[in-house]
């Protein structure tokens, strides 16, 4: 895209009048007010092939909208950015480079070294011999301090490893690959590394979703992934990481029941891969601007509160209870049925209904009971 920037100071009167007039046609044509900032025409509308951003500030009359100072021309196809655009405009993106092997300028800083030893060498031989060669020592200061400033820009990093390169405040570039490498002196070298992380988080209290007081506790696994981000968009990556991730856990605590939920409601401690991911989603969306990946994320602690803890398990008691007594019955029920069959079927004895009610009776005392049953023999009838 090429981009002509012109002074409105040193424009002739006649451009600066057609100017105005495009202005005030592209005003009358749009709908709503022209953005105090910057203005775009429309090509079909002032005749020309050409999108033209305005920027005029000081030379409009009190009556017009007041701009800035200078006159922008873009090339054909310029768009008015969103919100959202300008803000990845402002994003440092990481970028790649490659830079060379140490290895292969060692052997030239390895001679300057040698070189400047021996001009200086040279110099003091020449001094003893009362025949001093000043460009000698010059010479051999000069190459020491090249030699020196060269192996300054030498340095090694392991695999997993990138180094954020920067010139004096300009961000250069990224380097990934690992080994013996060399560098221009003058950039500053940031290591970070891309290898997996574990976080645990400390154990918060929290209310859930129907507000019972729980402890909860979450463990992440994460890794730098853009390293342009973690360094430039954010403060500190890892106590970003460590922050977000409480927040994250303290929000998706909040959206959640302890236990107990409706059903089909998916709870904390039923539902530990939906929550699982849930989390990871959130803390994934949370660290983008971070330059960090979420590979994994889980809750690592879950409990009630001390305070509501007793009364919570002596419901949870209560409930189990409720559900063995009632696997209990469900059992002696179709035991005393099939009991009663099979004896009306081989037609073992014949029962009336009151025989009947005495014998289920029977029956549901011993199989419902928790204690051993006793067995009393009747010498008598059910009738004596």
């Known amino acids: 895209m090429t981009v002509h920037r012109l002074s409105a100071t040193t424009i002739s009167k006649r451009w600066y009048l057609l100017l105005i007039e495009m202005l005030i046609v592209a005003e009358r044509q749009k709908d709503h007010p022209v953005p105090a900032e910057s203005l775009f025409l429309d090509p079909a509308s002032v005749c020309c092939r050409c999108s033209i951003l305005f920027t005029i500030s000081g030379h409009l009359p009190r009556t017009t909208v007041q701009y800035q100072c200078d006159i922008i021309l873009i090339s054909s196809g310029f768009k008015a950015l969103t919100p959202q655009q300008k803000d990845d405009a402002m994003t440092t ?101 891309l290898r997996s992380r574990n976080f645990n988080s400390p154990t918060m209290k929290v209310n859930d979703k129907r507000g019972n007081p729980i402890e909860i506790g979450a463990v992440i696994v994460w890794k730098v992934q853009d390293t342009a981000h973690a360094v430039f968009e954010v403060d500190n990556y890892k106590s970003f990481v460590e922050v977000q991730t409480e927040s994250a856990v303290r929000q998706l605590a909040s959206h959640y029941a302890y236990d107990d939920g409706e059903e089909g409601e998916t709870t904390l401690r039923s539902g530990r891969d939906e929550i699982s991911k849930a989390l990871a989603t959130r803390l994934q969306e949370r660290l983008k601007n971070a330059g960090v990946f979420v590979e994994e994320a889980r809750l690592s602690h879950l409990a009630y509160s001390p305070e509501i803890a007793q009364a919570m398990l002596r419901r949870q008691q209560a409930e189990a209870i409720i559900s063995a007594r009632k696997k209990i019955v469900e059992g002696a029920v179709s035991m ?35 204690s051993e049953a006793k067995p009393v023999l009747n010498t008598g009838t059910l009738y004596n």
């Open 336 to 370: 005393v049925e099939m009991a009663l069959k099979d004896l009306t079927d081989k037609k073992v004895v014949e029962l009336d209904n009151e025989r009947k009610a005495t014998m289920i009776s029977n029956l549901l005392v011993v199989l419902c009971s928790e």
């Open 93 to 193: 993106n990481e970028k790649s480079v490659k830079i060379p092997s140490g290895w292969m300028l060692l052997p030239f800083v390895i001679i300057g070294f040698l070189t400047a030893a021996s001009l200086i060498g040279f110099f003091i031989y020449g001094c003893v011999n009362e025949q001093p060669r000043p460009w000698q020592l010059i010479s051999g200061i000069l190459t020491l301090a090249t030699s020196l400033l060269l192996s300054n820009g030498f340095f090694t990093f392991q695999p997993n490893e990138a180094t954020v390169l920067t010139l004096f405040g300009k961000y250069i570039g990224s380097a990934r690959n690992h080994g013996f490498q060399w560098t221009n002196p003058f950039q500053t070298r940031k290591k970070i590394s």
